[in-house]
């Protein structure tokens, strides 16, 4: 089972959670269905590529603390966009070459990682580093049935930043006020 984060010392026994015998005060969830509705922002010629963000299994929120921890930091210490070799190779992009995602609001610089675990046509990243946010571009669209952000689906393009061989660490120092 592991231990439940965090866990402040090395000696900490882990923090208890609720519902760990599947035994929850209100019955099991409701679920319902919803019609599918087509995202406020599609792409085109310009913005030809779908930006879906989420979280990192290292990391959440806008790493406050999870940044702060020095196992965390060496197993996840920057922010990828992760691209399929489809789209990746008509544009000259490998994985580890710094790149700039930009879309209509915004563009951002980090480094690729193309694999085959991104669909052709769309890229993923987190937005737990303030030094490569993927928040800034994403549309302020709200989904209509739960009245949430629509931060999980923007048009975006990748272009690859000429051979810039500057460590990751001095961009977020640069990209620090």
């Known amino acids: 089972m592991g231990l439940q984060w965090p866990c402040p010392t090395l000696e900490h026994p882990g923090t208890p959670f609720l519902h760990k015998d599947g035994n929850f ?3 099991k969830g ?3 269905k919803t019609d599918w509705v087509p995202p406020a922002e599609v792409t085109d010629d310009e913005y030809p590529l ?3 963000t989420g979280r990192r299994l290292w990391h959440y ?3 406050t603390q999870t940044r702060n921890s020095i196992g965390l930091e060496e197993l996840f210490p920057e922010e990828l966009i992760e691209m399929n070799a489809a789209d990746a190779e008509p544009l000259g992009i490998k994985s580890g070459d710094l790149v700039r995602a930009i879309s209509r609001r915004g563009e951002i610089t980090l480094r690729a990682w ?11 990243m987190a937005f737990h580093f303030v030094e490569a946010c993927g928040n800034v571009l994403t549309i302020d669209a709200y989904d209509p049935v739960t009245e949430t952000a629509e931060y999980k689906v923007c048009a975006i393009r ?3 930043v000429a051979d810039a061989e500057v460590p990751m660490k001095d961009l977020c120092r640069q990209a620090r006020p």
């Open 25 to 27: 005060t209100r019955g």
């Open 30 to 32: 409701l679920f319902s």
């Open 50 to 52: 779908v930006l879906s």
């Open 61 to 63: 929120h806008s790493g």
């Open 114 to 124: 193309v694999n085959e675990r991104a669909t052709p046509g769309l890229c993923w």
């Open 158 to 160: 990748v272009e690859k």
